[in-house]
């Protein structure tokens, strides 16, 4: 980990911690399973987990399953003598093979970029089907105490006639389209997670996240709005525009999306369904691009617009809002404002 890179981290873990909303406590002497651990969300949460341990004594054992050990060693370097981390190298569509106890499991694993959307549609489908099969018969065997499923707002397809969309909406999506690899097959996930519920008891809580981002997060060739703009920003690149950037668009800071991950997760309703989204700042895209370039006048980033027909892998539906109201009932709130999340995750990549 880079020196830049710790810093906005170690700063991110003091806030992330010290929300009040969120109960740790309830993770002391425990022990959490996380699949996808190099996924940005799941690797915050994992250091979230260790910074716990580390601060505040929380003795808490850690697994993170990862399908590139090699990759996991370097990015958890700092952990690889820590009794309480343990790296558990398998693919989760390969029965999952770990012997000791597990109190809490974040399935995680699994790609989502437009990229794996073109280029791996079968690997998405696969994680997100037989991986959540997998992570049920552990969880059935261990008797675990709760698993956290990051689901995601497209598992909603096209919803018409509301401003915001609330958990119990539900709209519609061509399953012969070529990207509905994902938001189909996390809709089965939730299915089976639900099926695994009523015939087995094993207890779940699904977020449904909408454009998260920060440190961690893939920006080389990865094909979403803000990991290329990022990636952009890094470089020292002209951010190039194929439209009018008149897209809306409402990002949530990887400390904010993760905050809302431990609250679900030790609070949320066994069964319960919550959307995760930061609404407050509901941006055009083209004056996101604009914002990292006058972040960093250093850099002499220029926003360019090329104009042609769009035939990326983006979700084309018109905006509509995620209503939060369920999850802000549990206590929570988002605290980092775009400019900063912004700041913090180009320069975590210097």
Request: hydrophobic fraction near 45%; aromatic fraction near 10%; glycine fraction near 6%.
């Amino acid at each position: 980990m880079a020196n830049s890179e710790k810093d906005v981290v170690l700063q991110d873990m003091e806030e992330l911690v010290n929300r009040e909303f969120v109960p740790f406590e309830k993770l002391r002497n425990k022990a959490v399973l996380i699949t996808g651990a190099t996924g940005m969300l799941a690797y915050y949460f994992t250091l979230t987990l260790m910074h716990l341990n580390l601060t505040r004594d929380y003795n808490t054992k850690v697994i993170a399953l990862v399908r590139n050990k090699e990759k996991a060693q370097a990015k958890f370097a700092g952990f690889m003598e820590n009794p309480l981390f343990e790296i558990l190298a398998q693919d989760v569509c390969d029965p999952i093979a770990y012997d000791g106890a597990v109190d809490y499991i974040f399935h995680a694993a699994g790609a989502c970029s437009p990229y794996f959307i073109k280029h791996n549609p079968t690997g998405i489908i696969a994680a997100n089907t037989q991986g959540t099969v997998n992570v049920l018969e552990f969880a059935r065997k261990k008797n675990v105490t709760n698993i956290i499923y990051p689901s995601t707002r497209e598992i909603y397809g096209k919803v018409e006639g509301v401003e915001f969309i609330k958990e119990t909406d539900m709209g519609v999506f061509d399953p012969l389209d070529a990207r509905s690899c994902y938001p189909e097959s996390k809709r089965i996930a939730e299915t089976i997670l639900k099926s695994y519920l009523v015939q087995h008891g094993v207890p779940f809580t699904v977020l449904r996240i909408a454009h998260s981002y920060g440190p961690g997060m893939i920006i080389d060739s990865d094909g979403r709005v803000m990991s290329d703009f990022i990636s952009d920003a890094v470089n020292s690149r002209n951010i190039v525009l194929k439209s009018e950037g008149l897209a809306l668009r409402a990002f949530c800071y990887v400390t904010d999306a993760v905050a809302a991950i431990f609250l679900a997760m030790l609070n949320g309703e066994c069964g319960g369904v919550y959307n995760l989204a930061n609404e407050t700042e509901p941006t055009p895209i083209r004056d996101v691009a604009q914002m990292l370039a006058d972040l960093f006048p250093e850099r002499n980033i220029k926003v360019i617009f090329d104009i042609a027909e769009n035939t990326g892998a983006y979700c084309n539906y018109a905006r509509v809002g995620l209503d939060t109201a369920k999850l802000e009932a549990l206590g929570w709130n988002p605290e980092v404002k775009l400019i900063d999340g912004l700041r913090r995750t180009v320069v975590s990549f210097d």
